[in-house]
């Protein structure tokens, strides 16, 4: 699902900000920017390229090198994290990845792990409504896709740290019920995981404290209810 992109008074002004940041800075997004641009112009008929993974994934090694950034650039990086993804997500609306070949379709997945890097180098940002969160379902939802093609250690990995993410906010603290259901979903994803690479323990460790984040809701009680069944 595309995700609303970000519009705030804060990034009209980084975007004024940006022209000023010191180089290597300005170079760097101007490469990551690049890159989403050609993602952005892709067409289903045409197989996403290898060469857009590795340029972004280069870019943004570099990039990580010199954070902490200044919130306008983080809101900068944010919106490249967002062009990025749902240019995934339109991808992916109009091409199965089953349909694919596995090199390709492991090509989609790469995009939006970078996509939730993006996120993560960049780290909390003003101007954004709970960045923790959001930073932490791009990683689930990557996780997710990288399951489904059974690269198993990398969708732990995206779980592990959509887990850390989380684990700084007080559950309590969280009203939004889509949020909330991030917490369920993140410990289910995770148990499947975990499952499928054998390890029964942490498996059924998940799925039991997965109990604990029901919070009362049908529908979170039907989605832990269809893992038994």
């Known amino acids: 699902m595309r995700i609303a ?29 690049s890159s989403v641009n050609q993602t952005e112009s892709l067409s289903p008929e045409n197989l996403i390229p290898d060469t857009i993974s590795a340029d972004l994934r280069r870019a943004l090694t570099q990039l990580s090198h010199h954070a902490p ?31 694919l070949p596995s090199s390709k379709a492991e090509e989609h997945a790469k995009l939006r792990h970078i996509a ?9 940002v ?9 930073s932490a379902s791009f990683y689930h939802k990557t996780g997710v896709k990288w399951h489904e093609l059974r690269k198993f250690d990398l969708a732990s990995s995206c779980f592990e740290k959509a887990t850390d ?27 499947k995981t975990a499952w499928e690479v054998s390890d029964r323990n ?26 038994y069944s």
Not at 6 to 30: F, G, K, M, V
Not at 88 to 94: K, M
Not at 202 to 212: D, I, Q
């Open 126 to 134: 003003s101007g954004v409504p709970s960045p923790a969160i959001k």
């Open 165 to 191: 993410l989380l684990s700084k906010i007080g559950i309590d603290t969280v009203s939004d019920a889509g949020e909330k259901k991030l917490f369920l979903d993140l410990s289910i994803a995770r148990s």
């Open 5 to 33: 992109e970000i519009s705030t008074p804060e990034l009209r002004q980084s975007h004024n900000d940006s022209a000023s940041q010191p180089q290597p800075h300005q170079h760097l997004i101007s490469q990551i920017e």
């Open 202 to 227: 942490l498996a059924v460790a998940l799925l039991n404290r997965a109990k604990s984040l029901l919070f009362g809701s049908p529908e979170h009680y039907k989605t832990l209810a269809s893992q």
């Open 69 to 99: 950034f200044p919130n306008s650039l983080k809101l900068v990086i944010w919106k490249l994290s967002y062009r990025l993804w749902n240019a995934c997500v339109d991808l992916s609306n109009t091409t199965s990845l089953r349909s």
């Open 116 to 124: 939730a890097d993006l996120l993560f180098v960049a780290g909390d």
